[in-house]
């Protein structure tokens, strides 16, 4: 039996289009293989982010990472962030351990390893590179009107309706 796959769309190609962020990170390389630090058996700490400041009309942001590549038929949400206020531009690496780590106001949605913080990098050996979107939206709301106990893709669901611009960052791992 084999295990070759297709290779999963960008996530973001399949929603509409949002005016583009700039997103940069001192960890994060787009389209290089992540630092130790961002893989989950090494590190696992949130790489520090910084973006511009989104569209007029923006009252916060929500950060998310998320692997399209994990043999999963629906990807795997590494890290999810919502309610950052709109005076906040970048987060610093480790961030994500945590809602105390947090700006306040800002907290977690449980992740796909079934906790609330930052999940680093951990493909199937021997797999194809995975790619690890990190993406930044900015919304139009102070509030995306979801709690830390729903799912990734709820928050998804809202961004979809929400979000007035999204900025990427995408960084690779293969074990």
Same mark, same amino acid.
């Given at each position: 039996?084999?295990?070759?796959?297709? /290779?999963? *769309?960008?996530?973001?190609?399949?929603?509409?289009?949002?005016?583009? @962020?700039? =997103?940069?990170?001192?960890? =994060?390389?787009?389209?290089?293989? @992540?630092?130790?630090?961002?893989?989950?058996?090494?590190?696992?700490?949130?790489p520090?982010?910084?973006?511009?400041?989104? *569209?007029?009309?923006?009252?916060?942001?929500?950060?998310?990472?998320?692997? *399209?590549?994990?043999p999963t038929?629906?990807?795997?949400?590494?890290?999810?962030?919502?309610?950052?206020?709109?005076? /906040?531009?970048?987060?610093?690496?480790?961030?994500?351990?945590g809602? &105390?780590?947090?700006?306040?106001?800002?907290?977690?949605?449980?992740?796909?390893?079934?906790?609330? &913080?930052?999940?680093?990098?951990?493909?199937?050996?021997?797999?194809?590179?995975?790619?690890?979107?990190?993406?930044?939206?900015? /919304?139009?709301?102070?509030k995306?009107? /979801?709690?830390?106990? =729903?799912? *990734?893709?709820?928050?998804?669901f809202?961004?979809?309706?929400?979000?007035?611009?999204?900025g990427?960052?995408?960084?690779?791992?293969?074990?």
């Open positions: 039996m084999s295990l070759e796959r297709p /290779v999963a *769309p960008d996530p973001y190609s399949l929603l509409p289009a949002l005016p583009s @962020l700039r =997103v940069t990170s001192a960890d =994060v390389t787009d389209g290089q293989p @992540l630092k130790d630090d961002q893989v989950h058996a090494r590190g696992n700490t949130s520090q982010l910084s973006w511009e400041p989104g *569209p007029e009309g923006t009252r916060s942001y929500t950060v998310t990472c998320y692997d *399209p590549d994990a038929g629906s990807g795997f949400w590494h890290w999810v962030v919502v309610d950052i206020p709109a005076d /906040v531009t970048s987060l610093d690496a480790g961030a994500g351990a809602d &105390d780590s947090l700006p306040p106001g800002a907290f977690h949605v449980r992740n796909d390893y079934g906790s609330r &913080d930052f999940g680093g990098a951990a493909p199937p050996e021997g797999d194809r590179p995975h790619r690890y979107y990190f993406a930044v939206h900015a /919304v139009g709301g102070e995306l009107g /979801v709690d830390g106990t =729903v799912s *990734p893709a709820v928050v998804g809202n961004l979809t309706f929400q979000a007035l611009a999204r990427v960052l995408v960084g690779t791992y293969q074990a």
